[in-house]
């Protein structure tokens, strides 16, 4: 069973399927699988990291953002600030400052 954000995945194997399996696909993934599999989807640095983001003030977003936007939120010190998801999705990590800490967002 998978966990995907609190949500129970089930996977539907059978004693038939698993038995089908070849002794490649049982085997642990190596790095010189990742070298040629998937480093080969996209190139190194893809997605750019988002270093100290531009913010606006929440009494200032307006339009900016949807009011039903999903973002990251995190607050450090008494200090909150949200990553739009919409953002995160096209840098996947940020490293930002926050309450005076150094913090990195990860998607």
């Known amino acids: 069973m998978l966990w995907l954000c609190g949500v ?10 698993l038995s089908a399996q070849t002794e490649s696909e049982t085997q ?3 790095e010189a699988d990742y070298d040629a599999n998937a480093r080969q989807a996209l190139e190194r640095d893809a997605f750019p990291v988002l270093d100290n983001p531009a913010t606006v003030m929440g009494r200032d977003v307006g339009a900016q953002i949807d009011a039903n936007e999903m973002v990251i939120g995190i607050e ?7 990553y739009p998801i919409a953002v995160m999705g096209k840098h996947e990590l940020a490293n930002d400052e926050l309450g005076d800490a150094a913090i990195t967002v990860s998607w």
């Open 8 to 17: 129970a995945l089930t996977a539907a194997l059978t004693p038939s399927a």
């Open 76 to 82: 450090v010190n008494g200090v909150a600030r949200a």
């Open 28 to 30: 642990p993934f190596t």
